[in-house]
């Protein structure tokens, strides 16, 4: 289960030699809240020593979502006299005190994977899902520090959790750390890297970025007001308003800009609404009646 005080996985113990003393322990006892996949080997057997390492990196790469115990059928007779096994490598996994799958012989390292990935799956995702909302509520609050410790404490866990990468990310955005919001950007994980959330977080540091250098609201509206056509003032106006929190109506002007002048600035106000619409969440209404309204310029 996921401890959110504590930002570490220990990942020695996801690996563990057991013997006939310590099977029910290390085995049945912990399966009961981890799954545990248990690897019947032998010092003699050819295809253990190939099997067996793939599977702890298997294993390993699963995140704590899943513990290997491996034994020594040789050295633990009676445990393999009361589970069947009749050659090796076998290879069991155990969930709530029992066995649920298996194997025997080697298998291509595809299958091993999707077999890990089968059985960690079976402990569900140890409240991760639930530590991702609470820290996303805690962002909402204005709470970006605690927030910042649950996304930590999350991706100790799930290194690659793009969700709770950009989180992170976020929070640093929430807190006006934007040096460091860009290089946790820039040293995100290549799955992370090319996740949709990233590429959200990215299009919302360059927003604020934009907004740390965004001209008084009131005289840009009057510039505007003034002169309808002031294509740069109508811009310049969009990136106040997202400055002040008003994504909305930013929006709003920039489509009137397209509609105006759709090359102007080399297509600056398109470019600038997919920015936003990147930023803010697919479902948003702002991005849903947005996009609409754009498509409906493009092709009319």
């Not at 909302?133 to 970006?144: H, I, K, N, S």
């Not at 100790?156 to 992170?168: D, K, S």
């Not at 002031?230 to 009137?256: I, K, M, S, T």
Request: glycine share 8%; hydrophobic share 50%.
């Amino acid at each position: 289960m996921l401890g959110l005080g504590d930002t570490s996985q220990p990942q020695a113990n996801l690996v563990k030699d057991a013997t006939e003393a310590s099977f029910l322990a290390d085995v049945i006892e912990a399966s009961r809240e981890t799954p545990v996949i248990v690897d019947f080997w032998a010092t003699w057997c050819g295809p253990c020593k190939a099997l067996g390492p793939m599977l702890e990196a298997a294993v390993t790469a699963a995140g704590g979502k899943v513990r290997m115990v491996k034994v020594d059928v040789d050295k633990n007779q009676r445990i393999a006299a009361q589970l069947r096994i009749q050659s090796v490598p076998t290879v069991y996994a155990f969930w709530q005190g029992q066995p649920v799958d298996g194997f025997q012989g080697a298998v291509p390292a595809s299958e091993l994977k999707a077999f890990v990935n089968r059985v960690a799956a079976l402990g569900g995702d140890g409240g991760l899902a639930d530590a991702l909302l609470a820290a996303e509520e805690m962002l909402a609050e204005g709470a970006a520090v605690d927030a910042a410790e649950t996304f930590a404490a999350i991706l100790a866990e799930q290194p690659e959790n793009a969700a709770a990468y950009a989180g992170l990310v976020r929070t640093h955005l929430a807190l006006g750390n934007l040096d460091q919001a860009e290089a946790f950007i820039a040293a995100a994980p290549a799955a992370v890297a090319r996740s949709k959330e990233l590429d959200a977080v990215r299009a919302q540091l360059e927003l604020a970025r934009q907004a740390a250098n965004a001209g008084p609201e009131a005289e840009l509206r009057a510039a505007v007001e003034a002169d309808p056509d002031d294509h740069q003032a109508r811009f310049d106006l969009a990136a106040a308003l997202l400055a002040a929190g008003n994504p909305a109506e930013a929006v709003d002007q920039l489509l009137e800009l397209f509609r105006r002048d759709r090359e102007w600035n080399g297509g600056a106000a398109r470019t600038q609404l997919f920015t936003i619409f990147e930023a803010l969440k697919p479902q948003d209404p702002i991005v849903l009646s947005g996009r609409r309204r754009l498509s409906s310029m493009i092709f009319a």
